[in-house]
């Protein structure tokens, strides 16, 4: 986390922009949750972080900031907020997939969807601006607990 948080200061330097105190504290809570958060849910961690009672603009304005740079990303479906481990790489060909039972988001690779979006589009006339690809459902980690408990039950004969 320190790495990802030096680099995400090193970025904002080479585009002359700063990493204030505020939007390094809630790019660390959004790291270190490892999970999309609702911006309600970063006010209080970063409240319990820094000792001390935050107004909800004091979030919004960095959570802005951070999206702008593309350290952050959010999810159009949940409007919750994620951290993005690797700001300086291209994000035309991501899919993210949103889990409805644990909360928890991936951003994966796909580009397949961006290619056929972009095709699909077209062939309507329609130039396309801005593309986010969300697919809702349930990840392999809650598969898998799912998958236990079905088969505990099975056992118990
Ligand atoms: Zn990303
Ligand atoms: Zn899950």
């Known amino acids: 986390m320190r790495k990802a948080l030096a680099a995400a200061e090193a970025m904002c330097a080479q585009r002359g ?12 809570e959004l790291l270190e949750a490892g999970q999309p958060l609702s911006a309600y849910e970063l006010l209080q961690r ?5 000792d001390k009672p935050l107004a909800p603009p004091t979030v919004y304005r960095p959570l802005e900031f951070l999206v702008q740079q593309g350290l952050a990303h959010r999810l159009e479906s949940t409007h919750a907020f994620m951290a993005c481990d690797h700001p300086a790489d291209h ?3 991501v899919l993210y997939l949103v889990c409805t039972d ?21 062939s309507h006339g329609f130039v396309l601006k801005r593309q986010v690809t969300e697919v809702q459902g349930r990840c392999g980690d809650c598969n898998e607990q799912t998958d236990k408990s079905g088969g505990d039950q099975g056992g118990g004969r």
């Open 102 to 122: 644990c909360g928890g988001a991936e951003e994966v690779r796909a580009p397949a969807v961006d290619g056929l979006i972009a095709q699909t589009a077209s």
């Open 17 to 28: 922009e700063r990493l204030t105190e505020i939007r390094r504290a809630a790019y660390a």
């Open 46 to 50: 970063l409240q319990s972080r820094l």
């Open 91 to 93: 994000h035309h060909q």
